[in-house]
């Protein structure tokens, strides 16, 4: 056994307690997050200047990310990409769980929306999430609507099977059955008994989707179905990186991949440390 | 003989919510085609040049200005014959060339979902086993980063490695130039499957080592954990006995649900190493415009998914030994 104090001490993190350290960490994320998306706001797409004096050029203090075959700062180009795939990650994953608990509350009703709603998500589980992302992305006729669209449709799923098993729990409780000998209606009910319950669950969900929704928009986007190729998008970026591998520039892939695994895993922390606030059962995980 | 009849009564109702479902695929993926504003007709004479009253012919032949309704029921009726249309692209009945597309595919898949598989339990277990230590940590810490990382750029990176670098593997994957297709001798083709492969695996691992590790340290937590450590079982025994009996089935269970996924991954890595597959053929269709093909392929991606989540349900639901127990009794 290794006494778990001895390994605390040299840890200078040990004094804060665990709810402070939990604070922290999440403020840091999504400082980091805030910053990127500033930053790119700040970045005109006009100032992606091509320069071919500066063509191909590996990673270096001037340009950290390196140069492409047009000159371009590949450092100004990640960020702006990163930007504009945090932006529609955030309109995706609030359109999903929008459409997540319009259907966990619907199946609320009774037993037959609720079948009907399983029902649901087994469809759209069925198909492969990226092959219907294509479906609607193409249907829209692609760009940036198709894909935050696409994006949205497939990954409502999870929380809306988390929000239908959490209400159910709740619709057996006593208070609620007590309400409705009161006479309340279903919409009250739901409004004041189950809302403040899920709430917690609704945030976590939501930023949950966040790192999933960023993950399969740069995916279609790679495959050449989602942004223009014209926008500095990640996926735009490494599909345009592929012809230049065989060349040695091996910096036009590392680089913005690397930077959009970073922004996935900052979600992803963020999500779950958030989790551990709001919902302290989990805490002890 | 009871357990047969229970068997074939529940793939009998599994086999009609599967009906039920791919037919709401298809009117689902159909009405999204009917919506794009893609056309055939420009895709299928794309370079060559024809007069007014040809395009009319065709878009006569093939229906394009009938209602969906109609085009649905025509679309209907040749599928319950097994005709899936002829694919735009590639000039040859959409049957065969999923037949083609989807073995070279599954080859892939299969090979790499056995090898994550694998790997990830054992990786998990160990990690599970060794809680807490720095073996545990760097597992750990592999998965998370493998989650957050986008599949294709993985296998960009692994292509860079191996292909550019080392030069171990071609970096077109594909036949070899200057060799037909059916000349491909099996170690061309093992040489161009090995990559996308390895890529898949790696990112496969992720999901079943962190659940094979929690439930691992669920079972460590147990009572009759803790009573045969009392007794003085200790080490791989235990684990063996104790920890790989109660944890293996489930996981089982997780790596066939993961159909879904695994195809996903396929799409993007053939795009990547332009292994001539299923995941490849759709993104062509897609771009391309071919609809017939692409509707094929969403029903016969629908199909392998519902599959495995059908056989992830049968072996939850038959082979788990305590359940077999437990009819005997009751």
């Known amino acids: ?285 | 003989m009871m357990k047969n009849e229970k068997l074939l009564k529940f793939l009998g109702k599994k086999l009609i919510r599967f009906i039920i479902l791919i037919i709401f695929v298809i009117l689902l993926s159909f009405l999204l085609i009917d919506l794009s504003p893609i056309n055939p007709v420009k895709t299928y004479v794309s370079n060559m040049i024809v007069s007014q009253e040809q395009i009319a012919a065709l878009e006569a032949y093939w229906g394009v200005n009938q209602p969906i309704t109609t085009k649905l029921v025509n679309w209907l009726g040749n599928i319950i014959h097994g005709d899936l249309g002829t694919s735009l692209i590639f000039r040859m009945p959409v049957v065969d060339v999923i037949k083609e597309r989807f073995t070279a595919s599954l080859i892939l898949m299969l090979t790499s979902w056995l090898f994550s598989g694998i790997l990830g339990f054992i990786l998990g277990v160990i990690a599970g086993f060794k809680k807490d230590t720095i073996i545990d940590k760097v597992i750990k810490v592999y998965c998370y980063i493998l989650q957050s990382a986008p599949t294709f750029w993985i296998a960009l990176i692994i292509l860079m490695i191996f292909a550019v670098y080392l030069g171990w593997f071609p970096t077109g994957l594909g036949v070899p130039i200057g060799t037909l297709s059916e000349d491909v001798s099996f170690l061309d083709w093992l040489k161009r499957l090995i990559l996308p492969m390895i890529t898949l695996s790696i990112i496969g691992v992720a999901s079943i080592a962190l659940f094979t590790r929690d439930k691992l340290i669920e079972v460590m937590n147990t009572d009759y954990f803790l009573f045969s450590k009392a007794r003085g079982e200790s080490g791989w025994n235990l684990i063996k006995r104790h920890g790989i009996r109660n944890i293996l089935l489930p996981a089982i269970t997780l790596q066939f649900l993961g159909f879904s996924e695994l195809f996903g991954g396929t799409v993007l890595v053939e795009q990547v190493f332009t292994y001539p597959g299923i995941g490849q053929a759709a993104v062509s269709a897609g771009l391309r415009s071919d609809v017939p093909l692409l509707l094929g392929i969403v029903i016969c991606s629908t199909i392998f998914v519902y599959s495995g989540n059908l056989i992830a349900d049968i072996v939850y639901n038959f082979v788990d030994p305590r359940i077999k127990e437990g009819e005997d009794n009751g």
Not at chain 1, 132 to 137: A, D, H, M, Q, T
Not at chain 1, 240 to 261: D, I, R
């Open chain 1, 1 to 285: 056994m290794v006494n778990p104090n001895k390994n605390k001490s040299l840890n200078p993190l040990s004094k804060i307690n665990l709810r402070t350290k939990t604070l922290l960490i999440i403020g840091l994320t999504i400082l980091i997050l805030v910053l990127i998306v500033i930053c790119s706001f700040f970045i005109d797409s006009k100032e992606i200047t091509t320069n071919f004096l500066i063509i191909n050029q590996p990673p270096s203090f001037e340009h950290l990310f390196g140069t492409d075959w047009l000159g371009r700062d590949m450092f100004t180009r990640t960020i702006k990409g990163l930007g504009l795939s945090i932006q529609i990650g955030a309109c995706a994953s609030l359109l999903s769980s929008a459409i997540a608990i319009v259907l966990a509350f619907i199946g609320s009703i009774n037993q037959k929306f609720d079948t009907f709603v399983a029902w649901f998500v087994d469809l759209f589980l069925s198909i492969p999430h990226i092959l219907l992302i294509i479906l609607i992305s193409i249907s829209l006729g692609g760009g940036a609507l198709g894909v935050t669209i696409g994006v949205a449709f497939t990954h409502w799923t999870s929380l809306t099977r988390v929000l239908r098993a959490e209400i159910k729990q709740i619709n057996t409780s006593d208070f609620v059955k007590l309400s409705e000998r009161f006479g309340k209606s279903r919409l009250w009910i739901a409004k004041e008994h189950i809302l403040p319950l899920v709430i917690t669950q609704i945030i976590v969900g939501t930023i949950l989707i966040f790192p999933h929704a960023i993950m399969h928009e740069a995916s279609v986007t790679f495959l050449g179905f989602g942004l223009s190729p014209h926008e500095p998008a990640i996926g735009i970026i490494l599909a345009e990186s592929m012809k230049y591998l065989a060349t040695g520039n091996w910096w036009l892939a590392l680089f913005p991949g690397l930077a959009l695994l970073i922004i996935v895993l900052l979600f992803d922390i963020a999500g779950e440390n958030i989790k551990k606030i709001l919902d302290p059962t989990s805490a002890n995980d």
